[in-house]
């Protein structure tokens, strides 16, 4: 069965400086990953996506993210944040085959000092 | 109007009471899931289904019916609410297995 494991219950980074927030996940295949942003109290919110092809994906909000299949990988990242990047991440994976099912990770909190 | 809606936004019940959460979607997505959120879990899925009449089991299943006789609505029922489901569900859905699911505002829901 798939599984998603994201080592970093928090994170605290200042504001302008970069970030990766790490995901590595355990799937038989080539998996469809995903991750989400949830501002508190709010829904989940799609950053990026990779189904196949360039294993570095372009997301919204400046967000990249980097398929390493050789390390069951895919972290994201992000050059300079912002005070309005403060949420928490979910890196998710779904299965590609037979039944769609998509499991998340526990989820990385940012928080991001002024 | 357009996309995923939950009802009820927020529902407080009591121990052993059957309650239903609801579920619609206006898109025509083949896929809807449910999830709960618990602190230190992330998001865990309880169950799924691909197409009316069909509906899985994801990782925490126990204690929760779900049924869907039309597209679009997804109802999720806890039969004999226990204070273990207070949580907050989420129901998403996704147009094909290629897609990414699209995500309800939640529900937040106590068991008392």
């Known amino acids: 069965a798939q599984s998603v494991t994201q080592p970093d219950i928090h994170i605290t980074v200042s504001e302008g400086a970069s970030l990766e927030l790490r995901c590595n996940y355990s799937?038989?295949?080539?998996?469809?990953l995903f991750w989400y942003v949830q501002s508190p109290g709010q829904g989940l919110q799609l950053l990026l996506k990779?189904?196949?092809?360039?294993?570095l994906v372009q997301g919204i909000k400046g967000f990249e993210a980097e398929f390493k299949r050789s390390q069951s990988s895919f972290n994201l990242r992000k050059p300079s944040v912002h005070w309005s990047d403060a949420a928490e991440y979910f890196c998710?994976?779904?299965?590609?085959?037979?039944?769609?099912?998509?499991?998340f990770g526990a989820g990385t909190r940012l928080f991001v000092k002024a | 109007d357009a996309g995923i809606t939950q009802s009820p936004r927020y529902k407080i019940t009591e121990t052993g009471r059957q309650v239903t959460l609801m579920c619609h979607q206006t898109?025509?997505?083949?896929?809807m899931f449910w999830y709960r959120q618990d602190l230190g879990h992330g998001l865990r899925l309880i169950y799924y289904?691909?197409?009316?009449?069909?509906?899985d089991k994801g990782e925490v299943p126990d204690g929760y019916v779900v049924s869907r006789s039309k597209t679009e609505n997804f109802p999720l029922t806890l039969e004999s609410a226990t204070r273990s489901q207070t949580s907050v569900y989420f129901c998403?859905?996704?147009?094909?297995?290629?897609?990414?699911?699209?995500f309800g505002p939640g529900t937040r829901l106590t068991v008392t």
């Open positions: 289904s691909a197409a009316a009449d069909i509906t």
């Open positions: 898109w025509s997505h083949s896929y």
């Open positions: 998403a859905s996704s147009e094909s297995r290629t897609s990414y699911p699209y």
């Open positions: 799937y038989g295949a080539t998996p469809y």
């Open positions: 990779y189904f196949s092809g360039d294993t």
């Open positions: 998710a994976v779904a299965e590609n085959t037979g039944g769609f099912k998509t499991i």
